[in-house]
């Protein structure tokens, strides 16, 4: 049995490893907070665009962006009111939030409505990844659009992982939740529920 050093090293060379194919604009299959998602440098238009194809996705919507805390989103995005502010650092579940965009977001992550949908993870190992490469991942669910979602990752299916460029080692045992709730907000910080 490893003991706790030998399990943070390891944990260690494999942050470095995911940060490194994200840094190089390559794909990733990792472990999120939600479910088992694909991955890439949200500012790397062409990993972006190549996110798209292996999705099939259509209508050109959008990917949710994760940051790694209230200060990236902040770097981003107009203070959230203090209220929402305190939903998403102590709410149990994570929760994505449609913003208003902002000019320092890529216009290929917002949406036709000038919206952009954005989620502060709360596992540990997806936030230090983006925390190294230091601006936002474009996430998706692991598999192609209008395909169930995978719940773990002997659910994802060959052509999703024939197709990233990085399979993360970790979370592979975890039998993980289900998609984000998503909301929006008002001018005065009530919540409008756009998928429970």
């Known amino acids: 049995m490893k003991n706790a050093d030998q399990l943070t090293d390891l944990l260690g060379e494999e942050i470095d490893q995911t940060v490194q194919y994200l840094q190089n604009g ?12 694909i991955s890439c440098d ?14 099939n996705r259509k209508n050109n919507r959008p990917f949710v962006l994760l940051v790694s805390d209230i200060e990236m989103l902040k770097r981003y995005i107009k203070a959230p009111p203090p209220r929402i502010e305190n939903l998403l650092v102590y709410h149990k579940r994570p929760i994505t939030l449609v913003y208003k965009n902002s000019s320092l977001i890529p216009e290929h992550c917002v949406a036709q409505d000038d919206s952009v949908a954005i989620r502060i993870p709360k596992e540990p190992f997806i936030r230090q990844v983006i925390h190294r490469l230091d601006r936002p991942i474009a996430s998706t669910s692991a598999n192609i659009s209008g395909a169930p979602y995978p719940k773990h990752f002997g659910e994802i299916s060959s052509y999703i992982c024939n197709n990233v460029d990085y399979i993360s080692k970790y979370g592979r045992d975890l039998s993980i939740g289900k998609p984000s709730p998503i909301f929006s907000f008002d001018e005065e910080g009530q919540l409008l529920i756009i998928r429970e």
């Open 26 to 37: 390559k794909l990733i299959l990792c472990a999120t907070d939600t479910i088992w998602g």
């Open 42 to 55: 949200a500012f790397n238009k062409e990993a972006y665009d190549h996110l798209s194809s292996i999705k």
